[in-house]
């Protein structure tokens, strides 16, 4: 959408050196505490239905309000970009830490992407250089750190973990496919596609293994729900994503995904500050090494 101010592109590297990708990491890592806030109240299905349906009432409006473009010719690649970034993403970590699945563990799994993408990274013409191999290992290792002693495989469900592998795939793709195919175009109107096509997917699942009604009696509507919800709406399913998005047109793939590295960190903060969480020197030493492989993969070559 270069007709759009939003699609005013940015110099390659000069991105990380904005506030954008912090901004990105604080708002994604929020996931994980929204998972811990909201799951105790509705299915993991309804409410990430709820999710994808407030997005469309925040954005619709404001797209019509505002006349943005909508996308010539490439509408089924941002719809199938958004399946699997939005939709199965979402859909295998939430069902798989309703499983019980831990998130220190749905977290390292996840954290498996930046790797995943690099190795494909020649299928969209992007080169990993060595010093971005080694920032992405140093990354992973950090991320280890970080949850080894979040880690508790007592219960541990096999079906949980094949929903966090699947999760991974699916992030892992959609971000591979949308930089391939579809780079460009108006943020509003795309991500009104995408989470359109992300209800789609949803909503028969949350039927067939919800039991979904017409009521959502499922759900409890409790303030603290609501503020879940909402945060998930707005903080995550619009910010966060307009943000990756944004990261993803401007920048290489591999760039753009080593930033979830800082990710599990960030959420182990998150969860010392507000549930007082242990956060230990072991956790600290991770986040040093998982900051400086980000810096690896991001520095810019000269």
Sequence with gaps: ???????????????????????????????????KFGL??????????????????????????????????KIRQIALAGLLVQGGYLIGVWCAIKLGMPAGLSALIVGMQPILTAFAAPLIGEKVLPRQWLGLLFGLG??????????????????AILLCVLALLSITAGTLYQKRYCPQFDLRTGTVIQFTASIVLVLPLAILFEGL???FAAVQWTLRFIGAL??????????????????????????????????PPTTA???????????????????????TGVIFVVKKTK
């Design 1 to 35: 959408m270069p007709d759009t101010p939003i699609a005013v592109a940015a110099p390659r590297h000069a991105t990380f050196l904005s506030p954008m990708p912090l901004f990105f990491v604080v708002l994604w890592s929020s996931g994980f505490i929204v998972a």
């Design 40 to 73: 105790p109240y509705a299915p993991p299905l309804t409410f990430l239905l709820l999710r994808f349906l407030g997005v469309l009432v925040f954005l619709v409006p404001a797209v019509l309000l505002l006349k943005a473009p909508w996308p010539h010719g």
């Design 142 to 159: 950090g991320v280890a750190l970080v949850v080894a002693a979040k880690i508790k495989l007592v219960g541990l469900s096999a079906d």
């Design 213 to 215: 009604g017409p009521d």
């Design 230 to 263: 909402l945060w998930s709406v707005l903080g995550l399913s619009i910010g966060a994503i307009f943000l990756l998005f944004a990261l993803i047109r401007r920048s290489d793939a591999t760039q753009v995904t080593s930033l979830l590295y800082l990710t």
């Design 269 to 291: 903060v998150m969860a010392w500050l507000m549930f007082g969480e242990a956060f230990n020197a072991l956790g600290i030493a991770g986040m040093v090494l998982a900051v």
